[in-house]
């Protein structure tokens, strides 16, 4: 069974920094694009950063410059850095990931629980 577990989140002033974590439990060999969503209060849930595995990447345009996203294939891990945090990057942060499942023959998209980003004074 698949599993996307988050770690990271936290309150924050603005201008700080955070860094997101999400470890995955399959084999990197089948992971295919990773990625980090979020959802603010009364919003719809946005991309915010997805990296292929081949290290391709892709920011949403408030994020450029200030995000970073990057994957450890030895640890199936995905992580965020985010830098000049904003008061506007307020949200939960969502994990996802793109892996083949070999028993059904084709890929599906995991979720991991959300951890929540709080910019704030």
């Known amino acids: 069974q698949v599993q996307l577990v988050e770690s990271g989140g936290g309150l924050v002033q603005p201008g700080g920094s955070l860094r997101l974590s999400c470890a995955t439990s399959?084999?990197?060999?089948?992971?295919?694009?990773m990625g980090w969503y979020r959802q603010a209060p009364d919003k719809q849930r946005e991309l915010v950063a997805a990296i292929t595995s081949g290290g391709s990447t892709v920011y949403a345009d408030s994020v450029k410059g200030r995000f970073t996203i990057s994957r450890d294939n030895a640890r199936n891990t995905v992580y965020l850095q985010m830098n000049s945090l904003k008061p506007e990057d307020t949200a939960v942060y969502y994990c996802?990931?793109?892996?083949?499942?070999?028993?059904?023959?084709?890929?599906?998209?995991?979720w991991g629980q959300g951890t929540q980003v709080t910019v704030s004074s």
């Open positions: 399959g084999s990197s060999r089948t992971i295919n694009t």
């Open positions: 996802n990931a793109v892996i083949f499942i070999a028993t059904i023959g084709r890929f599906n998209t995991y």
